[in-house]
């Protein structure tokens, strides 16, 4: 009743707001009060009654425990693995850019979405994978829609991973390039993943709690350790070009993906989460006790107009768009059918792991949100404007960002440069530096004051590559699932995960595509994956649509249908929002928002001998030209797939009500599971009376083998 309460409160205080400076205190309470809400109730809802979660089902990971891909993984540390493998640069960047329309749109769609789609397309996804042996997106697809339907989601959704998986490559490799601090404590994260799989495995199985102790203490002493190595003679060894760094990505990549989950990545994400959530947490509190005020406005200018400076486009579709994975995301659904259906000891573990973990990161899309809404909106859009629209300099960014209407002075711009040691932060798009600024204000404000506002700029953007680098390994191992999946279409040993060729050849294949579309755009500001970059949005929300329409699907097959609104409402919304957004990319002729006009301004400059910016050759203006195309012709291509997929699953799903005999799913039979485990992070009374009844109990309460009896 609290809960509700104060999340009430919060949200009435949004709401009533006329102009004037309200607490980020405020917004904070909405969001927690609607999360907490919304799992205690409607997560419980479909779990209980949509789902018919069954806790004497065994799960994949129980029945074919291989101890490489399928391994029973202790709720605690999966819920960390899961986490860590969906909450990447999306979170973090995708709110800040949206804050060009006010803190309001993007903080009711972060709310509404994750609530009543991201979160449910998270947990539903899991599900039904689980009962599927751990099943990919797309062979899902293709087993339950049917061949043709089942093609497109398979072309689509692996065209669109390895985009996705290449933009967050692109992202870290930015950040870290030539910061010791980052690649020393970042690195050091692996060899410490290591022992920890190694304790768990090996020295003393089961001892979460022990071995997340000695972890957290490892990572802080690597996270401290960072700081001295960067002001030591070894800082030169640890300061690596963006080239070295692809090269090593590409190496770790291929073995997080091959070598057994417990020994690296399971541990590396769970060790991550801390850091993660730890350090935003620390944020919410920085906000509770430094009370800054939100000083963008609720709604900006921008949101109606459509001609904002650091992405254009209106409100609708594109505030949606550009939020993705803080709300709604579709690389959320290659997770919960790629490592973590293989890893789960409970169907019932599904709220937690599913619901929970997208709420978690829904959260981090609020703090970021805030963060970049508390510094003054006239530095907001400097950072964030490209200097086609600033220029390079103090003082021609203070007239343009003036002429937006939100004043600040170039003394201002400078000073802001120098509070956290850097040369200028003009045109520092993409989102990263707009939320390090944010967190450095905050934190400051409570420990150090301005004296430490460059150490936590900088240690904000160490937490940013961190927090990428986790999707980035579990993304490339669910590639592979996704490419054996695939491939088990034409040869069946594919299909066995265990088979080393297959794991091999398939993680390669996997590495080689990001890594080529990565080591391109490195070497190349306007190739390889800066070619593909403007599709990342549209791809992750076309690749969510996918996977509602699966889940709504199965819902109708599975005999659900009064059920099937819990899917259907947030996929049309998804449909809608996305298939407006690639039609506009598509046919607009606001060469700011079109590909194809813009395509034709850039001709045009060519037929008339000029270069125009951000061109500074002939040379760029026809790679511009060429990007403009090949985005232009893969968004089309994308939509057509997407609207393939969904005119197929509406048959299906036509075909399963009017004759419902006629549908057949490829669910496992039914086992029984012989693993006692919680649901949830902590144990019930009833759990642990079960616990206490089976032997072979572990001194971690997480899993039971053998039952008594």
Known sequence: ?????????????????????????????????????????????????????????????????????????????????????????????????????????????????????????????????????????????????GPVGGAAALVAVFAIMIILLAVLALVIVNALAHSPWGVFSIGMTIPIAVFMGFYLRVLRPGRVTEVSLIGVALLLLAIVAGGWVAESSLAGTFTLEK?????????????????????????????????KIGTIALLAIGVVVAMPTLKMPAVTDFAARGDGPVFAGSMFPFVFITIACGALSGFHALVSSGTTPKMIQKETQVRMIGYGAMLTESFVAVMAIIAACIIEPGLFFAVNSPPGIIGTTVESASQAVTNFGFAISPEALTQAARDVEEASL?????????????????????????????????????????????????????????LQDTLGNVHKSFRDVSWKPGVWFASAIVVGAWGYFLWVGIKDPLGGINQLFPLFGIANQLLAAVALAVCTTLLV?????????????????????????????????????????????????????????????????????????????????????????????????????????????????????????????????????QLAAAAGRDSGGGQVKEPVG
């Open 557 to 689: 097959k599975s005999g659900r249908l009064k059920w099937a609104w819990v899917t259907g409402v947030p996929l049309v919304w998804d449909a809608t929002v996305t298939l407006t957004a690639s039609y506009q990319k598509v046919f607009s002729e606001d060469v700011k928002v079109g590909f194809f006009a813009q395509r034709d301004k850039y001709q045009a400059g060519i037929d008339a001998d000029k270069v125009l910016a951000p061109a500074k050759s002939m040379d760029d203006m026809h790679t511009i030209v060429t990007n403009a195309t090949v985005d232009g012709v893969l968004c089309a291509l994308f939509a057509v797939l997407i609207i393939v997929v969904l005119a197929d699953a509406l048959r299906t799903c036509v075909k399963a009500v009017r004759d419902p005999g006629s549908a057949k799913l490829s669910e496992v039979p039914w086992t029984e599971s012989k693993i006692v485990a919680p649901a949830g992070l902590i144990a019930t009374a009833e759990e642990r009376a």
């Open 1 to 145: 009743m609290l809960v509700g309460l104060v999340g009430a409160l919060g949200w009435g205080v949004l709401a009533l707001s006329r102009g004037e400076e309200i607490s980020a205190a405020w917004l904070l309470a909405a969001a927690l009060g609607s999360y907490a809400i919304g799992y205690r109730f409607y997560a419980r809802f479909i779990a209980h009654r949509v789902l018919k979660v069954d806790a004497t089902r065994a799960t994949p990971a129980e029945r074919l425990d291989n101890g490489v891909d399928f391994h029973p993984t202790d709720r605690r540390v999966l819920f960390g693995h899961h986490f860590a493998a969906v909450a990447g640069a999306g979170p973090l960047v995708g709110p800040v850019l949206a804050a060009q329309m006010g803190y309001l749109p993007g903080t009711i769609w972060i709310v509404a979405g994750v609530i009543f789609a991201g979160a449910v397309q998270d947990m539903v996804t899991l599900f039904f994978s689980t009962r599927r042996d751990g099943r990919s997106l797309g062979q899902m697809a293709r087993d339950e829609i």
């Open 426 to 482: 003009l045109s520092r798009t993409g989102g990263a530096p707009t939320f390090a600024l944010g967190m450095s204000e905050i934190f400051s404000s409570v420990v150090g004051g301005a004296g430490m506002k460059a150490f936590w700029y900088h240690f904000a953007i160490m937490f940013e590559a961190l927090f990428i680098l986790t999707t980035l390994d579990a993304g490339t191992r669910v590639g592979r699932f996704m």
């Open 243 to 275: 080239e070295t760094l692809v090269i090593w990505m590409v190496v770790y990549g291929f073995l997080a993906s091959v070598l057994p989950v417990w020994m690296l990545l399971a541990p590396r994400d769970y060790l991550s989460t801390f850091m």
